[in-house]
């Protein structure tokens, strides 16, 4: 009875290792039958195939796009055209908590609705442990550029706002703007408080800013005169930055004094100071030089800004100073950027910053 049983579980244990083997050779089959990830060849086909018809298309895209600059712009110069800015576009309700403002919408809104010339503060903001512990951690931000109406730890919501804006942000909100409407140019002027080095670090953390950044010197404008905005278009070179700062030309950031002219930016508390005089007194309006012309920034906003007196001044008042006041004092010429608080809003005569910067475009 016992051989028996010993006979019965080798038998057993024989069949359960045939079981076991034959499930094996199952595994095995199914996973050689199972179907396998395209081949590599097939990617470099794809590839090679793709590789092959780029230049065709490129070719053709840029054509499209020459041809689409040439039909918006024509033969205009930079300096023959006129955009919409916005004065101190970070301080607004959207990007951040400040109390006073300067714009209604986020800078990206501005941008979808038509600006294309921001002024923008930069800062640089020490990292502050004594801020962070009493506003139980809301605001430890690390050291950084940011963009600050005065000094970045004094008032919130006046002076700074949280979120904490930094400069770097701003601008990638810019060029990813620009990277999305490729027949658009924006300008940003900067009120600038930092030092050339740090301005330097923080432009470079916004990706594709340098392939879009334009560059006076290169482009040889004091020889030759600025680009057609054809041009500008066509070479992707979309993007402008002035600064007050003079040690950044390296930077491609060009000297505001130097490119431009600019009246004095306050109409005065009550806001009736119209006339057209220069911010700076060895640079005036109808400055002339041999084979260049600078560009024309008309500021037009009061020293508070508030929506009532944004409204009372961005109609008529800025279209019949535009005609009788800056028009004379710069010898004849229309502004390039002009600069206003609260862009959208208007007295109601029908004229809007918008509409008059329209007009101005189809003057040239």
């Known amino acids: 009875m016992l051989i028996d049983m010993d006979m019965r579980l080798r038998a057993r244990s024989r069949a359960l290792v045939c079981l076991l083997v034959l499930a094996l050779l199952g595994t095995v089959t199914t996973a050689a039958a199972a179907p396998r990830p395209a081949a590599p060849a097939t990617t470099t086909a794809a590839t090679t195939t793709a590789a092959a018809t780029t230049p065709h298309t490129a070719s053709h895209a840029g054509a499209s796009a020459s041809a689409a600059a040439t039909a918006r712009w024509g033969d205009r110069r930079l300096d023959e055209v006129a955009f919409l800015t916005t004065h101190n576009a970070f301080t607004n309700y959207e990007d951040s908590r400040w109390s006073s403002v300067n714009q209604s919408e986020s800078v990206r809104a501005q941008l979808d609705n038509g600006v294309r010339g921001l002024s923008l503060d930069t800062h640089w903001y020490e990292r502050s442990t004594w801020l962070c512990i009493i506003s139980f ?40 703007f620009l990277a999305t409407h490729p027949q658009e140019v924006v300008t940003v002027f900067l009120e600038d408080y930092v030092g050339a080095d740090q301005l330097q670090a923080s432009l470079g953390r916004v990706n594709g800013l340098q392939n879009m950044l334009f560059r006076a010197d290169e482009w040889g404008v004091r020889q030759h005169g600025w680009p057609k905005m054809a041009d500008l278009v066509t070479s992707g070179k ?51 030089e041999p084979g260049f012309r600078r560009l024309f920034t008309m500021s037009h906003h009061r020293n508070v800004p508030t929506v009532l007196t944004a409204a009372l001044d961005n109609g008529s008042k800025l279209r019949n100073r535009v005609a009788e006041q800056c028009r004379t004092a710069t010898g004849g010429r229309d502004p390039n950027f002009v600069s206003v608080d609260f862009h959208r809003l208007s007295d109601g005569s029908g004229h809007t910053p918008a509409s008059i910067v329209a007009e101005l475009n189809a003057r040239r």
């Open 137 to 176: 951690g809301s605001d430890c931000y690390p050291s950084d550029v940011y963009l600050c109406h005065g000094d970045c730890k004094t008032f919130a919501g006046a002076t700074y706002a949280l979120p904490r804006q930094t400069f770097h942000g701003t601008m990638q909100t810019v060029v990813d």
């Open 238 to 288: 979309r993007l402008l930055i002035f600064s007050d700062r003079s040690d950044r030309e390296q930077l491609g950031v060009m000297y505001d004094r130097s490119w431009t002219v600019s009246n004095f930016w306050s109409l005065g508390d009550l806001g009736n100071d119209v006339s057209c005089v220069s911010r700076w007194a060895d640079v005036p309006l109808d400055r002339q």
